[in-house]
């Protein structure tokens, strides 16, 4: 979204919108400018037409003053961007006054040819003051938003005691990488620690500055429009986040035996990773890449494909700006990363004939294409448009087949690789052998992990290629980095075991770095499962539901410590985690299948899958859901969700027959007895480490529960709407199915935000204050 000027030079030519919080904000804003602008000009107008728009004129005015008064407050608070804010507050304030004299049109009475300008007289004025108003309030959102992205770089640069470079004011370039970062600063201690007392100082410090960047990036990796831009800051969090742990016992390890090369070589890996993470969420924010380096991903073959299938379909139209010498260069490029199928030792032979068969058959379509597009350039040719067609259709249908062959290949091996590995017999065996001191038993299963590593990262490399969307391409590439780096770290913190087969330490480090490499391979089956869904058509972009406590909502919240999973629950709660996100695929598969999408019982459903949804990315330590507590909360609320969507099907179940009311009501009291228990569970007081985590395990296990038989019951709801809108059909009833109302009880919690009003000035001023929280933070 980019705004375009407002009549002032002084503004930016177009104001890019990155992040979905401003855009959000915008969003009452311009419907209220619309709706007075796209008033209809009728002769004469009532006096309730005219106050209306009159009323709907102060309140921009009002809001856009305690808009302004915010922005006004910020600028006191941030001298760098003083002038740039109070030039943009001013031009807000100007075009509101403008607005609000603009719509003062109170009395039917009062003439329009008076000489007295209104938004009836003089449209014109009223469009520049609302480009003007949309404009400078979009300049005040942006750089607030540059003050959230500052804070970002703040809390690295806390306790730095080194010079900050000096930027402009204003700039972007003030929000650049600073030379001497505080988490740097900091790695760089722990890199040089002599003493475990000086490193468990060190390390607390980094530990606590860690948290609040963990806190500050997730808010900002959530807001961000760019779907590539999220992935990368997801895959650069799960590097700092992970190799947090992997740091910790490196480093102890490498304290406790100093002399041994294999566990420096092992700490040395990981505080590398961690640098290169950070760089990369510094990038992101600030929108800097090094040496001038571009954001542009390896060409894949789904990439490449889709490319070439417009330039074809352009050739109907005329429209294909190629050469028919391009045009073949850019099928072989497609064809030259086909190789890294056919080349590659764990493609079957079954699944390379067919791509190479493909392949020929794809070079021969598009030279039969390019023979018939020849003849249409003649004049004289006037049989040749059907054959176009034909050649066409034919040439983009060798290219799908190749697609679904390449497809097929990487996902089965992907799937063969995962389930043959999924014992973890390899770290198992070098963990056996480390702990016995055996060097000769290591050398033969570090080779066996060498291989394995070897299948992983080519694996992800084709996966990567059929992916079919950049920010899954990008969480390709970085699970093949992380197979890449982790394999040979397992390796050397075994070789560290293997030479001192007695310590602790080493044998806890290289528990780490192998349960790190498990956690991977979850994240691959979640990949694999992702990149199938959205091939077969059953992938939609997830809602996140928006549950969590506000500050002063329950007072119970306030006895409660909230704390956060560390890996290794993390790690024990990945499978159940897994398979909750496999219930909500379910579950958005059947939803779809409704040919009703605002049917109350199918859109109760999306909203428990949504919340579900949000559970299973909690269990990655991903999402809004940051701590236990936040969990616990979004538990309560989905509970009641279910009880909701409990009455719905009560009032459904009304309308069946016997035989039928009574399986279907024996669902739903299974229903309400899940939902009731969750509720249990949810508001069940724990204290200590390990009764919170049983909390959270019977939380998403129940939630896993209520998810199945909600899966059940929509199809059999879908169904039996279907089976009777087809008998009333047949008996000619007037009234359908779908027009016969559900009683269920309205709740105002369920109606926030969703009525057909919701962008009046009070949701604007609840998006001001919103702005305000957001800048106080």
Not at 233 to 250: G, S
Not at 311 to 329: F, I, P, V
Not at 441 to 460: D, G, N, P
């Amino acid at each position: 979204m980019a705004l375009s000027p407002c009549g002032s030079n002084s503004f930016d030519s177009g104001l890019e919108i990155k992040t979905r919080s401003v855009e959000q904000t915008l969003i009452p804003l311009v419907s209220q400018i619309t709706t007075l602008i796209n008033h209809k000009d009728k002769p004469r107008k009532s006096e309730k037409t005219l106050r209306a728009i009159q009323r709907v004129g102060q309140a921009v005015n009002m809001a856009v003053g305690r808009f302004v008064t915010v922005g006004e407050a910020i600028a006191i608070e941030n001298q760098e961007l003083k002038e740039e804010m109070s030039f943009a507050c001013y031009e807000a304030r100007r075009a509101g006054d403008t607005i609000a004299h603009l719509t003062d049109v109170v009395s039917i009475e009062q003439p329009e040819s008076d000489g007295r300008a209104t938004i009836f007289s003089d449209k014109a004025s009223m469009v520049k003051a609302a480009r003007m108003l949309l404009s400078s309030v979009t300049k005040v959102l942006v750089l607030a938003d540059r003050i959230v992205i500052k804070q970002i770089i703040a809390s690295r640069n806390k306790h730095s005691t080194h010079a900050c470079r000096k930027q402009q004011p204003g700039a972007k370039q003030l929000l650049l990488l600073q030379e001497d970062i505080s988490v740097l600063a900091t790695l760089e201690q722990l890199e040089k620690v002599s003493s475990f007392q000086e490193f468990v100082q060190v390390f607390s410090q980094f530990g606590n500055e860690m948290v609040e960047f963990a806190h500050l990036t997730g808010d900002r990796q959530n807001d961000l429009k760019d779907e590539k831009k999220k992935a990368r800051m997801a895959a650069a969090r799960a590097v700092l986040e992970k190799c947090t742990m992997m740091l910790l016992t490196a480093s102890k390890t490498c304290l406790r035996h100093p002399d041994c090369d294999s566990a420096r070589i092992n700490k040395d890996g990981v505080f590398q990773r961690m640098r290169l993470a950070l760089e990369q969420v510094i990038e992101i924010v600030t929108e800097a890449r090094p040496s001038g380096e571009g954001d542009i991903l390896p060409v894949s073959i789904y990439m490449g494909i889709r490319e070439y299938k417009n330039q074809l379909e352009g050739l109907r139209e005329g429209l294909c700006l190629l050469s028919k010498e391009d045009l073949t260069a850019l099928l072989e490029v497609i064809l030259e990363h086909t190789e890294d199928f056919t080349d590659s030792a764990y493609t079957s032979h079954e699944h390379r004939e067919h791509i190479l068969e493909l392949s020929r058959q794809a070079r021969l379509e598009l030279e039969q294409l390019i023979a018939v597009w020849m003849q249409v350039q003649n004049p004289k040719a006037t049989e040749a448009t059907e054959e176009m067609e034909l050649a066409i259709l034919k040439t983009c249908q060798c290219m799908n087949e190749l697609k679904k062959e390449l497809h097929n290949a990487a996902a089965e091996l992907a799937a063969d690789l995962l389930k043959y590995h999924a014992d973890h017999i390899v770290l198992k065996a070098l963990k056996v052998s480390g702990g016995e001191g055996s060097l000769e038993a290591l050398a033969k299963y570090t080779c066996e992990l060498t291989e394995q590593k070897e299948q992983l990262v080519e694996t992800c490399r084709l996966l990567r290629h059929i992916s079919g969307t950049e920010p899954l391409e990008i969480t390709c590439i970085h699970a093949e980095d992380t197979f890449q780096v982790i394999g040979p770290q397992i390796i050397s913190s075994a070789q560290t075991l293997a030479l001192h087969p007695s310590s602790k330490i080493a044998k806890e480090n290289l528990d780490v770095f192998c349960e790190a490499w498990e956690s991977q391979l979850n994240d691959m089956s979640i990949l694999l499962r992702e990149i199938i869904d959205l091939f077969e058509g059953r992938r939609g972009e997830k809602r996140t539901y928006l549950s969590l406590p506000r500050p002063g909502l329950s007072a119970n919240l306030k006895t409660i410590k909230p704390v956060k999973l560390d890996s290794e629950e993390q790690t024990a709660i990945a499978k159940v985690g897994l398979e909750l996100r496999l219930l909500t695929s379910d579950l958005d598969s059947e939803s779809e299948k409704w040919e009703d999408q605002e049917h109350e019982i199918v859109r109760q459903g999306q909203g428990m899958s949504s919340m579900a949804y949000s559970m299973y990315l909690f269990t990655r330590g991903e999402g809004l859901l940051k701590t236990t507590q936040d969990l616990f909360h979004q538990t309560e609320v989905f509970a009641e969700e279910g009880f909701k969507l409990y009455s719905s099907l009560q009032a459904f179940s009304t309308q069946l027959g016997d035989d039928e009311k009574a399986i279907f009501t024996a669902e739903t009291e299974k229903l309400v007895a899940l939902c009731q228990q969750l509720q249990i569970t949810a508001r069940m007081p724990v204290q200590g480490k390990n009764s919170t985590f049983l909390k959270v395990d019977s939380s998403i296990q129940n939630t896993k529960s209520v998810l199945t038989v909600v899966v059940y019951i929509l199809p059999l709801c879908n169904k039996l709407i279907k089976k009777y809108k087809c008998e009333q059909s047949s008996l000619g009833s007037p009234q359908s199915w779908r027009e016969t109302p559900l009683q269920t009880p309205v709740h105002e919690d369920c109606l926030s935000g969703k009525n057909g009003n919701g962008f009046g000035v009070k949701s604007l001023e609840q998006h001001v204050a919103n702005l305000t929280f957001l800048e106080s933070k």
